[in-house]
């Protein structure tokens, strides 16, 4: 080997031995002649100079080029902080094609500084098959730095078929002119061999592995689970504008743990793009502990792309989508998409995580911009054992968009798929959160459970559609939570695949604010365990949250108490099921207890709503409505709007009897006539019970139009308003109505009222005519002083309207009884009549004019009694007259008419008490004492 020759010192070194000298020197070898030059003949001159390091420089004239050979072995044992140059068009190669020796190049660091080899100008590294490059396994290295002159495509880096120890930095700040490229090919490998700041690329560049090798890992202990380091490859410098991508190809592996950061410096912009496509795998698989961390960026340009194709396979412990600082997401700008797209059912792109994957979004919502996609393009795999979190607690803000299109996808989840639109915060969230299997086919996605957070003003869209896709909730929970803190959040989850599968409960948690729904649709048949709610005891909160079921989709839930709300008190909001589109259904086989919680529920509504058409509800076991109100405006509310709608309920339970307030209310009115509405209860009994507390609480069942009331054989049904029963109500109303035309309910007994109740109101009411009212008995009583004053029991009240008045049939002659309020409006009339001819009761009994004449209307005066009431129009010569006749339409029936005439309507209507006065109260009570 040539000796050194040393211009500011006398002595002579071998260049193996170089001795700490207590200056500071560069070393350098210069020439001009652009023929090949082996290592063995480069003579170096050390100089002195001010800079803190050795530096040893391979300088090559400008104008010409040079190969630098490395045959056999050479060791360089670097001083402090000493570092390689390569400059102007000088080419340093690693072994020799021609022969079999092996040329090795080692540096070694005896320092405790850094050391590292930079390539600048148009200078290169080959290191050939028989090559061998190995950089100090202590030490951080840094490779190159092209000059900004690389104007083209250059490959700066080339290991074809040889191995490299260390770490490669593809173009550093300086370089932001062109491409500067590193390749590895023909079988060549790098062994990752430093704790900080590998494979970084700064700048512009492509690192191609074509056929080769990375093993991300401590090269003094391969193959085993000592001394791995984190690994960071570096896609851009701040403020820098790059575009650089990332290979992998034609067989390439790559192996590891520890944790492996394939992103970029904070503020970079431009576009890294990272291509797998071929096998990615981490070494020993489920024994390895590799980290994945894709993607960083708070500039507004920066775009990251992790793609794995053409039969791709990528695997890790731990993966994270969007690269964090240990447990808070960086991002406030910028995108990085994880796209997966294999060519064939036989190749597939693939992606293993034996631990779990985090989706991070933007750390704050101000004014963020940054976005992430996850995109599955057919032929892709996707599978962790743990939970896939989309966003974590620490993250505000962004957007993240979960698509799957093309065929023969199969996304699998070992853990819970966690969707998290900000929780837990006290600040508002921004977070924007789509995840589409719509565009997808024959595709399966498979989670253990999954739960959906929303927060704030997150917004949160998720349909699970196709008509050939799958979805499946293998062996845990389905919860939705709405905002726990003010502001507009709304999350949407849609269940319309071919096939659905779970056999667990779904919860829908109510809080403060937001909306959220469930949504089953596209004809798909869905079983749970069960499906409840969970309300948050927050005075002023708006939440709304409901199952939804749509398009011919059924919902069937197996538990005892298969549908339930439960948990605390509700201030506000709503809560329910909807059925809307043709043909939808909900079936619950257990019971359905609406029970929010035992006090304090002030506001809010509990509902039901068959909104569609054709649509099947069907409670198995007892429908309860039990929960305790104790404000005016709680609701629970039965609705049933639309048309052919059907509701099968075994036993229909109205109300709670200590209740001080709110309203429970079914309701049905269809569209149409020709395809009406339906209640079928199957136990024969609708109760409507009165309050054992003083109270304002009011209970209604609301036949509003085409509606038909039956039992499951088609018998009639048990209504019971404040019944007979021997208790004292001290409260509430209880409201039966039919209004509107085409109702056709069907009783075996009608009971209003109950003769000891000190307090409350059980009020029959008919609106209009056209419908059809029939039953066994009727049993009215009125409570303890009762008066039209101060209505106690039952009352039942006629209000006409220009369709007249519907009658009451009663088809029993014996058990009937009228002893309570009678009320006969007009008012609602706009025509002329002259003498016309109403229906009010068609009875059986033979005894109905006396039973009338008890309580209501003395047929011989003509006049009302004490328990009865007529309010008119307020026309002149407007009249009226009762009367108990033979039945025009019921052989052997006795009915109970009036006969009204009234014309000229004027503007204020006034009752008929209020025209009499108290003269004809006094006489009627005279006659009655006599």
Do not use: C
Not at 43 to 60: A, G, H, I, M, S
Not at 629 to 637: K, T, V
């Amino acid at each position: 080997m040539k000796k050194l020759i040393l211009t500011s010192l006398s002595t002579l070194v071998a260049f193996a031995a170089i001795p700490s000298f207590a200056q500071i020197y560069d070393w350098k070898f210069e020439t001009s002649e652009p023929t090949d030059i082996n290592w063995s003949d480069i003579e170096w001159t050390k100089t002195e100079t001010t800079q803190p390091r050795d530096r040893f420089y391979l300088n090559v004239n400008n104008s010409t080029s040079s190969t630098v050979k490395i045959v056999g072995g050479q060791t360089v044992n670097m001083l402090e902080d000493a570092s390689m140059y390569l400059e102007n068009d000088t080419k340093l190669v690693i072994g020799d094609t021609e022969g079999d020796q092996i040329s090795t190049l080692h540096f070694v660091a005896t320092g405790s500084k850094d050391t590292f080899l930079e390539i600048t100008g148009r200078s290169s590294v080959v290191v050939n098959k028989n090559g061998v490059l190995t950089m100090d396994a202590n030490r951080p290295i840094r490779w190159w730095s092209p000059s900004n002159t690389v104007a083209d495509d250059f490959v700066a880096f080339l290991v074809d078929g040889g191995t490299v120890n260390g770490s490669v930095n593809v173009g550093t700040v300086q370089n932001n002119v062109g491409k500067v490229n590193a390749v590895f090919q023909n079988g060549a490998t790098l062994n990752r061999n430093t704790e900080v700041n590998p494979l970084g690329m700064n700048g512009k560049g492509t690192l191609t592995f074509d056929n080769s090798t990375y093993n991300v890992w401590n090269i003094n202990n391969l193959g085993t689970n000592n001394g791995w380091g984190n690994h960071v490859m570096n896609t851009g410098a701040d403020n820098q504008n790059y575009q650089n991508s990332v290979v992998i190809t034609n067989g390439s592996v790559w192996n590891g743990a520890g944790v492996l950061t394939l992103g970029g410096d904070g503020k970079a912009t431009g576009v890294t793009y990272y291509d797998f496509s071929s096998d990615i795998t981490n070494s020993g698989m489920t024994g390895a502990d590799l980290t994945l961390q894709v993607g960083r960026a708070t500039s507004e340009e920066s775009f990251f792309k992790f793609a794995i194709t053409n039969g791709g396979k990528v695997s890790a412990k731990n993966v994270i989508l969007g690269a964090q600082d240990g447990t808070k997401s960086q991002h406030t700008m910028g995108s990085f998409t994880f796209e997966m797209e294999g060519d064939s059912a036989d190749n597939m792109a693939r992606f293993a995580a034996f631990g779990q994957t985090i989706w991070n979004l933007a750390r704050t919502n101000a004014d963020s911009t940054w976005n992430t996609n996850f995109l599955m393009k057919g032929n892709a795999k996707y599978q962790t054992v743990g939970s896939f979190d989309v966003a974590r607690n620490e993250d505000f803000g962004g957007t993240a968009n979960f698509i799957m299109s093309g065929d023969n996808n199969i996304f699998q989840i070992g853990g819970n798929f966690n969707v998290k639109g900000g929780w837990n915060h006290t600040n508002v969230s921004e977070a924007e959160i789509n995840i589409s299997t719509a565009d997808a086919t024959n595709s399966t996605f498979q989670t253990n459970g999954m739960n959906v957070y929303s927060h704030g003003n997150s917004r949160i869209d998720i349909d699970f559609l196709g008509s050939t896709n799958t979805l499946s909730f293998t062996n845990s929970d389905f919860n939705m939570y709405s905002s726990k803190i003010e502001g507009d959040s709304v999350a949407s989850v849609e269940i319309g695949v071919a096939t659905f599968t779970s056999v667990k409960n779904f919860r829908l948690t109510n809080n403060a604010s937001g909306q959220q729904e469930l949504v089953f649709s596209n004809g798909v048949n869905a079983t749970l365990n069960s499906a409840s709610f969970s309300q948050s005891d927050i005075e002023g909160g708006d939440a709304v949250s409901y199952y939804v079921v749509k398009d011919g989709a059924t919902l069937t839930t197996n538990a005892d108490n298969g549908y339930s709300t439960q948990n605390g008190a509700m201030r506000s909001g709503e809560v329910g099921i909807k059925l809307l589109g043709n043909g939808s259904s909900f079936i619950s086989k257990g019971q359905m207890n609406v029970h929010p919680g035992n006090e304090g529920n002030t506001g809010g509504t509990y509902a039901i709503r068959m909104l569609g058409t054709n649509g099947t509800f069907e409670a198995q076991k007892n429908l309860h409505f039990s929960g305790l109100f104790q404000g005016d405006d709680a609701m629970y509310l039965f609705e049933m709007q639309g048309s052919g709608n059907t509701a099968n309920i075994n036993t229909f339970n109205f109300g709670n009897n200590n209740s001080t307030a709110g309203t429970y209310r079914f309701y049905s009115k269809s569209d149409s006539a020709e395809k009406k509405n339906n209640l079928i209860v199957t136990n024969t009994t609708i109760a409507l019970e009165g309050q054992m507390v003083e109270s304002t609480a009011v209970r209604e069942f609301i036949m509003a139009g085409n509606t038909t009331l039956r039992t499951s054989t088609g018998g009639g049904v048990i209504m019971k308003v404040h019944e007979y029963g021997g208790k004292d109500y001290l409260g509430g109303t209880g409201l039966f109505e039919v209004r509107g035309s085409g109702n056709d309910a069907l009783f075996t007994e009608l009971k209003f009222g109950n003769g000891i109740a000190s307090s409350g109101t059980a009020i029959m009411r008919i609106v209009g005519g056209g419908s059809s009212i029939e039953t066994r008995t009727f049993r009215m009583m009125s409570g303890a002083w009762t008066s039209l004053d101060e209505r106690i029991g039952g009352v039942l009240e006629y209000k006409f309207d220009d369709t007249g008045i519907s009658a009451i049939k009663i088809t029993n002659n014996i058990e009937n009884s009228f002893n309570g309020i009678l009320s006969v409006d007009f008012s609602g009339m706009s025509g002329n009549y002259d003498n016309e001819r109403f229906v009010l009761i068609s009875s059986a009994d033979g005894n109905l004019e006396n039973k009338i004449a008890e309580y209501w209307y003395s047929f011989e005066y003509n006049e009302v009694l004490e328990q009865m009431e007529v309010i008119t129009r307020g026309l002149d010569n407007e009249s009226y007259t009762f009367a108990v006749e033979d039945s025009l339409e019921n052989s052997g029936y006795k009915d109970f008419v009036v006969y009204y005439t009234g014309a000229t309507v004027i503007p204020e209507p006034s009752t008929y008490a209020a025209i009499f006065g108290a003269l004809a109260l006094a006489f009627a009570a005279y006659r009655r004492r006599k």
